[in-house]
């Protein structure tokens, strides 16, 4: 007998894995997912090993097979440990990233009247009938309907009661199936065409006029048709057809189809283009790794491909991936944002025509579904989407590019395991035997150190790719909006801009204008008594949205009715302080009335194509001036802008963070890269109270070099990554006082742990408030480590609930 070790779906497995026997004549193979018993529940699991022996005395026995084939490969099986090692996350975690949409099915409680109530009993409170009243009714009751009745608690205290006494009995079911691949009814004849035709004769006597026409209508087809094409065609019903079918001279059967999430309809297929010196060097360097790699001569290698916006990164991907096929290769390309999705959909397609797959969170789950198992069975050379496309389950591996690298969005931070997307795609590599590309015209501190030092190997592209003449990135200039302030302007825009502004759109040219935050106010506050409306869950203070005329917090999304007086003084002299895109666009639209205006970010971009609607809106000229927060910043290409406007650039620039100044400089140039990318040419113009400081300098000159010689000493002065490695531990908690004893008593375990095992290059920062002190109504306290390894240390310890770690994280508020 041989025995699996199992990760199990479940929240008490952690980081373990389950040793089960595998019962004699079932095949189970490593990577399969199974039925296993855990405790009183039936629960899915992945079979990560299987060995002769258990690695525990007493085991169960899997109960079956979930799918006859492995949902996971050896690779990504390897992978899974690694990201549950790394990372510090439950196993069943890492590997749900991997496993097809819709396969998890949560286990439901149901409450079921007892076969052998006890007799006898004291006298039933009201309560407890109405338990028992709603569970005979039905037969059966689903904990979560007794808890929307009862209240949680009480509901769960009620069930153990009349558990007890022996009335009603737990039992437990796995959801029902989430997904299934889409059939359609398809009819097509089940006779030779003479006799169908002998056939519709046979029924026009009998006056069956519409069968016959319906018959007589297949008969001249080639083959089977959807049924809901021939019903538009012939005006026939349902019971029509299967009349026909009940005498067999049709067939109704079904057809599985795919959901597509885009149409190939409109997509040109396009040729290379011929490369410019600096990437016809960057794409040498590229194609001879993948061909040593491919070989099994070299090991896989990490190029870091660092052009400015504008030169042509795109075009380097695209041949680099028709490298990897002609090798017999596949690629993963991602993209930082859902929003980018259409526009890279639509490059790769022309030169992939039919062979691109495309996963992200915007898709329905049918379409991911189907797309997920169309990558699966090698029908894509190239996968497509955000971060979770990395775990596509790819073939044939050869090619990673993750565009735009620098950006934040490749980090999970919101659920485990947090991990960075750079990471795991270099992990993969390796795994795979792959070649990694990363892109970016402000690449991260961290990678570039890492193309200084040998670890990755350096690409540059230094110039645009643009028909003009001389140095086409834009003409950049500072206005310091102190010296706006002190002329009388009161305005969100500075002098210059307005001039700019008003020039580009009566020449029929666009413009952007970037702010980096959304809403209408960022605050409202009494001028009587001081008073600031804030969350009530929250340490943040209520954005006012003027479209929608409420209050919203950007951390839980509570929202109020805008108050008439102030809720403390109520005095009614209500001030709004700040300003957010909607503001910006109702400015915008005072101050350039001839001008058609569109705004692009998460407020109004909440549709499945709302991206791609806004950005084709753009793209045919229905709009002069784009507004939009950090979405308008990346990637896009639009050869009609000539002017960008920075309306705010200090918005970043002096949070409590050492990546403050790196995030703020990346995201000014990457704005600023929108401009100048036609024949036109382009300017930026970028208002600051910090006209001064070296971020606003450095991305004024385009310039990485200077910015990366700054920020690297500060971070070696510092001993922040990449000179080190960090790990944030926070502690949640409904009370502050206990979460604070909370984190205090985790800081004195980690001392003690630190000087136990003798090491000492490790620092604890902390325990301090979280920057936002109050979440969804949950205080936080912070301890940071820092040192060589610091999640060695915690991978030793059982970390309780409440915790959350983050490994290597990208901000620190």
């Not at 309809?265 to 993948?290: F, H, N, R, V």
């Not at 070989?295 to 041949?319: C, D």
Request: charged share 20%.
């Amino acid at each position: 007998m041989e025995y699996a070790e199992v990760s199990v779906n479940s929240p008490l497995a952690q980081r373990h894995t389950f040793s089960y026997a595998i019962p004699l004549g079932l095949n189970a193979a490593v990577g399969q997912a199974v039925w296993v018993p855990f405790g009183n529940k039936l629960l899915q699991g992945i079979i990560l090993e299987v060995n002769p022996y258990p690695s525990v005395d007493e085991v169960r026995e899997i109960s079956g097979v979930i799918d006859p084939h492995p949902i996971l490969t050896p690779s990504q099986v390897r992978l899974s440990r690694w990201l549950s090692e790394y990372y510090l996350s439950p196993l069943f975690d890492a590997v749900a990233l991997m496993l097809p949409p819709g396969f998890e099915r949560r286990t439901v409680t149901f409450i079921c009247s007892s076969p052998n109530p006890g007799t006898g009993t004291p006298p039933l409170t009201p309560e407890q009938k109405v338990v028992l009243e709603l569970v005979g009714r039905r037969g059966k009751a689903s904990l979560k309907e007794i808890e929307k009745v009862l209240g949680g608690k009480r509901g769960r205290r009620l069930i153990s009661q009349l558990v007890s006494r022996g009335l009603v009995t737990r039992v437990y079911e796995l959801e029902k199936v989430k997904v299934r691949p889409k059939t359609v009814p398809y009819l097509e004849l089940a006779v030779p065409p003479p006799q169908a035709r002998q056939a519709v004769e046979s029924l026009r006597k009998q006056r069956a006029s519409k069968q016959a026409d319906l018959l007589h209508f297949l008969a001249r087809q080639t083959g089977p048709l959807p049924l809901a094409e021939v019903r538009k065609s012939t005006g026939c019903s349902t019971a029509i057809a299967s009349a026909l079918a009940g005498k067999g001279l049709v067939r109704l059967q079904p057809v599985e189809v795919r959901r597509r999430p885009i149409s190939d309809e409109g997509i040109t297929p396009s040729q290379p283009l011929l490369p410019t010196t600096d990437q016809e060097s960057a794409l040498s360097s590229i194609k001879s790794s993948l061909t040593r790699v491919v070989k099994g001569s070299a090991r896989p290698s990490v190029f870091l491909l660092h052009g400015v916006t504008g030169s042509g990164k795109t075009e380097v991907y695209l041949q680099a991936l028709a490298e990897a096929t002609r090798l017999g290769k596949r690629g993963i390309a991602l993209v930082p944002e859902i929003a980018l999705t259409p526009q890279t959909i639509e490059r790769f397609s022309s030169r992939f025509p039919g062979r691109v797959g495309i996963l992200h969170s915007k898709l329905s789950l049918g379409e991911r579904f189907d797309e997920w198992q169309r990558i699966r069975n090698g029908k894509c050379d190239v996968v497509i989407g955000p971060r979770s496309a990395i775990f596509a389950p790819q073939p044939d591996l050869g090619l990673i590019v993750i565009d735009e690298e620098h950006e934040w969005t490749y980090k999970q931070h919101d659920k485990s395991p947090r991990y960075h997307t750079r990471e795991v795609a270099i992990k993969l590599a390796e795994l795979n035997g792959a070649v990694v590309i990363l892109g970016s015209a402000t690449p991260d501190v961290e990678p570039f150190y890492h193309s200084q030092t040998g670890d990755y190997r350096l690409l540059r592209l230094p110039e645009r790719v643009v028909p003009s003449e001389g140095s086409p990135l834009p003409r950049v200039a500072i206005v310091d909006q102190k010296e706006e302030f002190k002329a009388g302007n009161r305005s969100l825009f500075s002098r210059s801009l307005t001039q700019a502004t008003a020039e580009a759109v009566a020449k029929g040219e666009q413009v952007i204008f970037f702010l980096n935050r959304r809403g209408g106010a960022t605050f409202i506050q009494c001028r009587h008594c001081g008073f600031v409306l804030r969350c009530r869950r929250c340490e943040v203070t209520l954005t006012y949205h003027l479209i929608e005329n409420i209050l919203v917090c950007h951390q839980c999304n509570y929202r109020v009715p805008l108050p008439q007086a102030c809720p403390r003084c109520r005095s009614r002299s209500l001030k709004f302080l700040g300003a957010g895109t909607q503001k910006l666009e109702q400015e915008a639209g005072y101050a350039f009335p001839q001008a058609k205006l569109a705004r692009w970010d998460s407020d109004i971009t909440r549709g499945k194509h709302s991206h791609q609607e806004i950005l084709a809106r753009f793209r045919a000229h229905e709009a002069d001036i784009l507004i939009g927060t950090q979405m308008v910043a990346k990637g896009l290409d639009l050869p009609l802008v000539t002017l960008v406007g920075v309306i705010n650039a200090d918005t970043g620039l002096n949070l409590p963070d050492f990546r403050a100044g790196e995030r703020t400089f990346q995201l000014l140039c990457q704005v600023a890269g929108r401009a100048g990318r036609g024949i036109l040419g382009g300017q930026v113009i970028i208002q600051t109270y910090s006209p001064d400081h070296y971020v606003i300098q450095a991305a004024a000159g385009h310039d990485y070099a200077s910015f990366y010689e700054r920020e690297i000493n500060y971070r070696r002065k510092f001993h922040n990554p990449p000179f080190s490695r960090l790990v944030l531990l926070t502690c949640s908690h409904p009370n502050d006082i206990l979460c604070q004893r909370e984190a205090e008593r985790m800081q004195q375990l980690l001392i003690a742990e630190t000087e136990a095992r003798g090491i000492a290059d490790l620092s604890l920062i902390g325990p301090a408030p979280a920057f936002i002190h109050r979440l969804r109504g949950r205080f936080r306290w912070q301890i940071i480590l820092r040192g060589a390894e610091p999640s060695a240390l915690l991978s030793h310890l059982t970390i309780p609930q409440g915790w959350t770690v983050d490994v290597d994280p990208v901000g620190l508020v």
